[in-house]
Every structure is written in structure tokens, then in C-alpha cells.
């Protein structure tokens, strides 16, 4: 099944923001995507050579689904990301793969560095991997053998 244009323009609408034209073309062609990826995150500090990749968000589904609209506004809404990230991935620990609208950079959200509860969210555990969805996707992703 693929997913209607409408509906994208629709979700940017939503988050105030227009996709660029990988992500958006992604979006229509691999809406039901269930590959499995690893994640070369080896620029960064103190992580392994690999990251498990759990699955990209979604644009539609149930209310069971994990969707773009509802992650991004769940974890703005709990401070627990800045306004202008976009949650676009999840990993296998519950970490992030956001989307910044200020820059279309793909970053890293470490979970285990967060906020406390209360305290104002930071960029401090934001960690730049990728300069844009297509560089994510052809340098920073990898399909487990």
C-alpha cells in the first residue's frame, strides 16, 4: 500500500514543515517498509560500530502505529525534545533519529542523556550523523545480512 501524496502534504501542514524531496519520495514508496537496518553512528564518542535501527515512523496507521505526528508532538509536548525536531526513527534502546526543520540534518537523541524531568529539553544529547535524509540513508544506514 502506498501512501497518498495528500496525506504527506497533509502532515506537513500539521508539523509546519515540507519535507525534502528524498524524504518525501521515501515516504510514498516505502510506507510499509519493514527492513531491518543497522546504524553506523562511528563519529560518534563512545558508541559502538553499530546502532540497531529499530523502524522509521509512520505517516498513517492505528492508533497502535508508532506515527510521525504523534511521536513528534508526544515528545515535544513532554519536554522531552525541542520544538523543531522531528521524530522520524526509533532505535532498538528507544533512542531517536530526529529530524531538525531549522537545518534538514538527521541526528541521534540519546535517551540515556535526556532531561530531567521538568528541565527545559537541550540539543546536548542531539548528536548530528547525517546532512540530510539521503546522506542518512546511503551512508549512516546499512541492511543487516
Do not use: H
Request: glycine residues 2%; proline residues 1%.
Amino acid at each position: 500500500m502506498k501512501i497518498s501524496k495528500e496525506k504527506i502534504e497533509d502532515l506537513e501542514k500539521k508539523l509546519s514543515f515540507k519535507f525534502d524531496n528524498y524524504y518525501y519520495n521515501f515516504l510514498i514508496n516505502n510506507y510499509n517498509n519493514s527492513d531491518y537496518y543497522l546504524m553506523d553512528i562511528t563519529n560518534l564518542n563512545n558508541y559502538k560500530d553499530t546502532y540497531e535501527f529499530f523502524y522509521f515512523t509512520k505517516v498513517l496507521g492505528n492508533k497502535n502505529d508508532e506515527l510521525i505526528l504523534d511521536y513528534t508532538q508526544r515528545y515535544q509536548n513532554e519536554k522531552r525534545i525541542l520544538n523543531y525536531f522531528i521524530v522520524v526513527g526509533i532505535t532498538s534502546c528507544g533512542s531517536l533519529i530526529l529530524l531538525n526543520k531549522k537545518n534538514n540534518k538527521i541526528y541521534f537523541w540519546d535517551r540515556d542523556f535526556e532531561v530531567s524531568d521538568g528541565e527545559e529539553p537541550t540539543e546536548e544529547n542531539c548528536y548530528l550523523i547525517a546532512n540530510d535524509f539521503q546522506d542518512f540513508f546511503e551512508n549512516v544506514l546499512y541492511e543487516d545480512e
